[in-house]
């Protein structure tokens, strides 16, 4: 009887115990449960947006942290000194300057040496005597020296024909410098607008969530119907998947800057200014005459000229001799030391001449040089109508603002009028819509014109030569009706 009843105690502990923990998990009332809707399932939308990852980064309290701030003059001297299409033409202006004095070396004289053994049977001499004659001869050391006087300007036009290579490769170095320029400065505009695009994308944001929280209360007043909140809800989702485009278009921009900079590991930085219109007025005469001056290719379609008729003069020199001086003293013998001797002497060296291959090498010579004369008039063309082309681009992409602001003006003023009839409960959900994809429409386009402008401005400036400035080349000041000047 005893044992029973601590049994129905033990029983009645682990009902209260069981009771205590469904309290504790489920609550007090659990007469509902498995009938309400897990919020942990089906969250609100505001419960599922991305979390800012600068909003989780712990600072160390004391700790200083610097945010970089460069400008486009900055990412211009990163390029110039990170680029490595930059470096690899720097190496090449190296090797031209070292192969000119390779070719200035044939006027300087040349010395060698040579030891040995050797040991002859002479054939003739055995069936003369009878018998096997063997000789040893030893040489301790040969010394020799030359030293070519005149070869008739076969050197000269060699050196020559290295300078002008020199030269084109110095002319490539500054081609490849402006099309990096050109590069950088399209890569920084492209992130000025994604950076005001994302600007634009948070505008949105913010606008319809306010749609979003008026229609919410008109709903609970019973004067709207929910499908306007459903309406909003939608619009408000659909303006944040374009914020993490558009803050992920701002990542892409940077990263291609830093690319073309060189520094693709580079950490990230703020830029110090954003996109603005320098006003350029270079007339199109202006731009063709700084081209001829300066563009490199037109200087390098000159070089290639000079350096096929200089190739035709080197062929035409192949029948000339070489006058030189040579000198050679041996010590050997029997033994290392038993004699010396030594010979000097002037030479007027003719070369073995093939008349037919010689013949032909100065027609194939004659063909490039006029070959390389075509090219250059159509070097010239091809530049010519590349600078009319941007240039009207760039006169294009400059009326082009004006109207992209007005339109931007119109735009604001339209949802400005939308959003304030919505707000007082006469508006429609769509005519506000609509404002709103108009208004954000209209600031898009107008940034894009900008950035447009300012590429077409860098297109300009790479298809002349130099940088458009106002009284000087610099990274920073437009042209302006005052002046109009271009220097290198």
């Not at 278009?249 to 996109?275: E, H, Q, R, S, W």
């Not at 769509?430 to 900008?450: G, H, P, R, S, V």
Request: glycine fraction near 6%; charged fraction near 25%; aromatic fraction near 10%.
């Amino acid at each position: 009887m005893k044992k029973f009843k601590i049994l129905i105690l033990l029983f009645l502990i682990f009902l209260t115990l069981q009771h205590s923990v469904e309290a504790a998990l489920f609550g007090k009332n659990n007469s509902n449960l498995g009938n309400k809707i897990k919020v942990e399932e089906y969250p609100e939308s505001k419960d599922v947006e991305p979390k800012n990852i600068k909003d989780e980064v712990t600072v160390i309290k004391g700790g200083v942290e610097n945010t970089i701030e460069v400008s486009l003059e900055d990412c211009l001297k990163f390029a110039l000194g990170n680029n490595p299409r930059i470096q690899a033409s720097m190496q090449d202006v190296f090797a031209a300057d070292a192969r000119i004095r390779e070719a200035w070396s044939a006027y300087f004289p040349q010395f060698g040496w040579q030891t040995g053994y050797t040991r002859i049977k002479q054939l003739q001499l055995s069936d003369v005597f009878g018998r096997n004659l063997i000789f040893n001869y030893f040489v301790l050391g040969q010394i020799s020296a030359s030293q070519m006087l005149y070869d008739f300007g076969v050197t000269q036009n060699q050196v020559t024909i290295r300078k002008l290579d020199s030269q084109g490769y110095k002319i490539n170095l500054t081609s490849t410098v402006n099309d990096v320029i050109c590069e950088v400065k399209k890569a920084y505009y492209n992130l000025q607008y994604a950076i005001e695009a994302k600007k634009v994308a948070e505008d949105m944001v913010a606008k319809y969530s306010i749609s979003y929280e008026q229609a919410k209360g008109f709903y609970q007043a019973g004067i709207k119907p929910k499908v306007e909140v459903t309406i909003a809800e939608v619009n408000l989702s659909n303006s944040k998947l374009n914020l993490i485009q558009a803050e992920n278009a701002v990542d892409i921009a940077m990263a291609k800057l830093n690319n073309t900079m060189g520094l693709p590991y580079t950490n990230k930085y703020k830029i110090t200014d954003n996109l603005k219109f320098d006003s350029c007025d270079i007339t199109l005469e202006d731009a063709i005459k700084t081209a001829q001056e300066s563009r490199p290719e037109f200087l390098l379609a000159e070089v290639k000229v000079e350096g096929a008729k200089q190739n035709v003069k080197l062929i035409k020199k192949s029948y000339f001799p070489q006058l030189s001086v040579e000198g050679q003293f041996q010590i050997g013998g029997k033994t290392f030391t038993s004699n010396y001797g030594y010979n000097f002497g002037g030479y007027l060296n003719f070369p073995t001449i093939n008349g037919m291959l010689i013949k032909n090498e100065i027609k194939e010579a004659k063909a490039i040089y006029s070959r390389e004369q075509a090219n250059a008039i159509n070097t010239q063309n091809n530049i010519y109508y590349e600078v009319q082309e941007n240039f009207y681009t760039l006169t294009e992409q400059k009326n082009k603002i004006p109207v992209a602001y007005l339109s931007l003006k119109k735009a604001k003023e339209n949802y400005d009028l939308s959003a304030g009839r919505y707000e007082v409960g006469v508006g429609d959900p769509i005519e506000l819509k609509e404002a709103q994809i108009q208004y954000q429409n209209a600031m898009l386009t107008y940034y894009q014109t900008m950035c447009d402008y300012n590429t077409a401005r860098a297109t300009l400036e790479k298809a002349i030569g130099k940088n458009i400035a106002n009284n000087e080349v610099n990274l920073e000041n437009g042209c302006n009706k005052k002046s109009k000047k271009l220097k290198k």
